[in-house]
C-alpha cells in the first residue's frame, strides 16, 4: 500500500502561471479548459503555451483531460502526441494505469452553449457506461448533479447544473476512490472549488477549478492537493 500525493487543478484559462507548484507531489491532475477562446488558431496557441508549462511542474505523473474550451484539442490542431513528447498522459474518453493506479479520463460535458466535447443530456449515459468498474481515479471536465456544481443558469439562476447520469454511473456503479472534474467555477458569493465526501460512499469528489467566473486575472483556489492510498 502507498499512500498518493494529488494536485488536481482545473479550468485554468491561461492563467497557469498563477498557479502555485505543490512539493513532493506524485501525480498532478489538469481536469480541462486550459485555454478560452473560440478562435481555433488562438486556441491552439494558448493550449501549446500551457503544455510548454504544464511539463516543467515538478511531479512523476503528470494528466491531462480536455475542456469544453479546448476546442484545438477537439479539432486535432492539438493531438495526443503533442502532449505525449512533453511528458504529459492525455486521456480522451480512455484507461491508463500508473504504477497500479487505473484512472480513466473523458472530456464530455453536458451541452451549453457552443463549445467543444458537448453531448446532449440524453445521450450522456451511453457514454458514461463505458467507464469500466475497476476504476480508481475518474477524471472528467464536467461535474455530478449536486456536487460541487452551483451555477448561474442563462437566466442568471443558481441552479445545481452537474449531469445526472454521471452522478449515477458514479456512485452506483463505477465507485472511484476520486474523482476530479472542474468546469464549473467559483463565484464571489460561491465556492465551488474543494472536497466533498459522501457519508455512505468512499469516493472523494474534487472540483479543481481556480478561477472565479468573470473574473479570471485571479484565482480563487490553488485546486486541490488529495491524499490516496492504493
Known amino acids: 500500500m502507498k499512500k498518493w500525493k494529488i494536485h488536481h487543478i482545473s479550468d485554468t484559462h491561461t492563467f497557469h502561471d498563477l498557479i502555485k507548484k505543490e512539493e513532493d507531489i506524485d501525480i498532478v491532475i489538469h481536469s480541462g479548459d486550459c485555454s478560452n477562446p473560440r478562435d481555433i488558431y488562438q486556441n491552439e496557441r494558448e493550449v501549446r503555451e500551457f503544455i510548454e508549462w504544464y511539463k516543467n511542474y515538478p511531479s512523476k505523473h503528470k494528466i491531462y483531460v480536455a475542456g469544453n474550451h479546448d476546442g484545438s484539442i477537439e479539432r486535432k490542431f492539438i493531438i495526443k502526441e503533442d502532449f505525449t513528447k512533453a511528458g ?14 487505473k484512472i480513466f479520463g473523458s472530456p464530455y460535458t453536458p451541452t451549453f452553449g457552443n463549445w467543444s466535447f458537448m453531448k446532449a443530456r440524453n445521450k450522456l449515459d451511453n457514454v458514461w457506461k463505458q467507464i469500466p468498474n475497476d476504476i480508481d481515479i475518474l477524471i472528467v471536465h464536467g461535474p455530478p448533479k449536486g456536487l460541487l456544481d452551483l451555477s448561474r443558469n442563462k437566466e442568471g439562476v443558481l441552479e445545481f447544473c452537474g449531469c445526472t447520469a454521471l452522478k449515477k454511473h458514479v456512485l ?4 472511484p476512490k476520486l474523482m476530479c472534474f472542474g468546469h464549473i467555477h467559483n463565484y464571489e458569493e460561491i465556492i ?6 459522501l457519508s455512505d460512499y468512499n469516493t472523494i469528489f474534487s472540483n479543481g477549478s ?3 467566473d468573470g473574473k479570471f486575472g485571479k484565482l480563487s483556489s490553488n485546486g486541490n492537493v488529495i491524499e490516496l492510498e492504493k
Open 192 to 197: 465551488n472549488a474543494g472536497v466533498v465526501k
Open 88 to 101: 504529459i498522459i492525455y486521456l480522451e474518453h480512455e484507461e491508463v494505469e500508473i504504477e497500479g493506479i
Open 172 to 175: 452506483y456503479r463505477i465507485q
Open 210 to 212: 481556480v478561477v472565479t
